[in-house]
């Protein structure tokens, strides 16, 4: 397992919605990623520009890394990256969009899935006690 903190970022506010409300649950970037993120490992899921500052929605689990050509991707892997797209047509222009050049459906993506980690409300460190300073 890789150390240090590590983050999937979307650049559009767009996916604020889904995110917080679960819709969304993987992502699906162009090349092999397998590299960068492993099953099991925490990242957090931030929102915001290269650069610019983000916004941390949620700290998640990977639940899975798939590498596979574009055109391999199935209608459920399709959904749970963008919820409102079923067809490959539609993630294929929304990939065009994202890195603003032509993708084609032979090129290989990642496939990550991730589920949020939810802490129980008044979670805390140690015995709860403000700390005091002598």
Known sequence: MRG?????NFYSPVFVDQL???????????GDKSNKYE????VWITVGFRHSPREKIFTAVIDDIEVKRI???????????????????EEIKFLEQIY?????????????????IVEPPGAHYGNGETPRHN
């Not at 917080?20 to 162009?30: E, Q």
């Not at 055109?71 to 067809?87: G, T, V």
């Not at 603003?100 to 949020?116: K, L, W």
């Open 4 to 8: 240090g903190i590590y983050v999937l």
């Open 20 to 30: 917080k409300r679960g819709r969304k649950s993987a992502t699906i970037r162009l």
């Open 39 to 42: 099953r099991g490992q925490v």
């Open 71 to 89: 055109s391999e991707l199935s209608p459920r892997d399709i959904e749970h990256d963008n919820p409102e797209f079923r067809r490959l047509e």
């Open 100 to 116: 603003a050049r032509p993708v084609s459906p032979e090129e290989v993506v990642t496939v990550i899935r991730f589920s949020q």
